[in-house]
């Protein structure tokens, strides 16, 4: 059963964020956790464009904030962004990774670590190989991975880095796609039952 989905993004990955949110489930209401690459200084206006397409309360994360259902958590600028065993977020300033904070792969490792099986991960657009390590994690832990076709990105080079280090452990796949296979794998788990 799915208890989190981590996004993660760089550049052209607003553009898809903004058509794979809408396309979410209310059903989903598991948290989404976000990062983006933003410059260190740039200002975070992710949060209020992506309230602009979705009912559902869009927040830039905050430390040892509790997750909760339905909200959508967007990493600030020069963090990087970690998900607790405790169900909690965590910001760090420690050394970039891949030239970014906040990294991606740093996000996608700790959700791997802290919700395991349960956590489904959704890599999009962008310019460097961020992420792909952290996918690699989740997949390892059980989790599933979902990469954006690289066909369909405006910036191909991070999803098709994803893709070739994950092989078949990653499920590639257009944005509106990844919509519909997260709300069947929603309704599945509903069906079966805890």
Do not use: W
Request: with cysteine; aromatic share 4%; hydrophobic share 45%.
């Amino acid at each position: 059963m799915i208890e989190l989905v981590v996004i993660g993004g760089s550049s052209g990955a607003l553009e898809a964020l903004l058509a794979l949110v809408p396309a979410f489930p209310d059903e989903l209401t598991v948290p989404l956790v976000v990062v983006l690459h933003l410059g260190p200084t740039q200002k975070n206006l992710v949060p209020e464009i992506l309230r602009n397409v979705t009912s559902r309360p869009v927040v830039e994360a905050d430390d040892k904030q509790p997750l909760r259902a339905g909200h959508i958590y967007i990493a600030p600028p020069n963090y990087h962004l970690l998900v607790e065993r405790t169900r909690t977020l965590a910001l760090s300033v420690d050394e970039p990774i891949n030239f970014s904070r906040p990294s991606i792969d740093v996000l996608f490792e700790s959700a791997a670590d802290a919700y395991g099986p349960r956590c489904v991960g959704v890599l999009l657009s962008g310019a460097n190989d961020d992420g792909a390590k952290g996918l690699e994690r989740i997949t390892d832990a059980g989790g599933r991975a979902f990469v954006q076709a690289p066909v369909t990105a405006s910036q191909p080079t991070m999803p098709a880095a994803a893709a070739r280090r994950l092989g078949d452990r990653a499920v590639v796949m257009t944005i509106p796609d990844v919509a519909k296979e997260l709300a069947h794998m929603v309704a599945a788990a509903y069906f079966e039952g805890p």
